[in-house]
């Protein structure tokens, strides 16, 4: 369905396009019936995919009415509220992804990419991450925290 169809009747629009596209003033414009009071958030790849610039400089107003959370005067009787700024919502909104959970994904990657650096010759393909570098990672990870199992 495209996405003028669905403005009308839709209280959440979450936004996750492709990484070439974005949500432009277009989608939102006053031409467009966009449901009053509907929440806009971005689901993509990237922190730009909404046109948050272009989007407040359409507005009538903007205000913050809560963390995180700016409502957006676009038309008489029509508002909308934007989560996040436009940034990527399980990034930037609320408590986003705890960095206890980010750095074990880092520490991972790391390791995972010193594990592809050292390799003699690998085929190429996807591996998985060795059990080796899992345990590893959990066991640093105890160690800072000062946990023993």
């Known amino acids: 369905m495209r996405i003028g169809k669905t403005l009308p009747t839709s209280p959440q629009i979450l936004w996750a396009s492709p990484p070439l596209q974005y949500m432009q003033p277009d989608h939102i414009n006053c031409q467009i019936s966009i449901k009053n009071g509907a929440f806009l958030a971005n689901a993509g790849h990237f922190g730009y995919e909404i046109d948050v610039e272009a989007l407040h400089n359409m507005a009538k107003s903007v205000k913050n009415v809560r963390e995180d959370i700016d409502e957006i005067d676009i038309a008489e009787n029509k508002k909308l509220f934007l989560l996040a700024s436009g940034g990527i919502i399980n990034i930037a909104g609320g408590l986003g992804h705890p960095i206890e959970i980010m750095d074990m994904s880092f520490s991972l990657q790391l390791a995972s990419l ?36």
């Open 114 to 149: 010193h594990h592809i650096l050292s390799a003699e010759s690998l085929e190429n393909k996807v591996y998985q991450v060795p059990t080796e570098i899992d345990e590893m990672v959990v066991r640093e990870k105890l160690r800072v925290e000062g946990i023993e199992i």
